[in-house]
């Protein structure tokens, strides 16, 4: 099992990630122009995700994709929920 963060390391999130207030999990929500650019999208994070075997709990509708990062089987954050979010923050053409 991975070793849960701790605060420290949770100072600085990736992008515009944002902290639960139990601090068991980050999130973000995305806007696109469209349904599909917002597919597209989740098409790229899940091979991410799946390339990292770890993967989000996300929703979306329409033009608009939540997406909440958390380690379950850790029981909090772990590196593998920042590294996640690292790599979908770096999308060169996500709306900011």
């Not at 122009?33 to 098409?43: G, H, I, L, P, R």
């Not at 909440?68 to 920042?82: I, N, P, R, V």
Request: proline share 3%.
């Amino acid at each position: 099992m991975a070793k849960l963060l701790d605060k420290s390391d949770l100072k600085t999130l990736p992008g515009k990630w944002a902290l639960a207030a139990d601090q068991k999990s980050i999130s973000q929500s995305f806007k696109f122009k469209d349904f599909t650019e917002a597919f597209s999208f989740m098409t790229r994070v899940a091979l991410l995700a799946e390339k990292a075997d770890h993967h989000p709990d996300w929703s979306n509708s329409y033009n608009k994709v939540d997406i909440t990062l958390s380690s379950h089987d850790a029981g909090g954050l772990t590196q593998k929920d920042l590294a996640l979010a690292e790599a979908i923050s770096s999308f060169v053409w996500l709306p900011q």
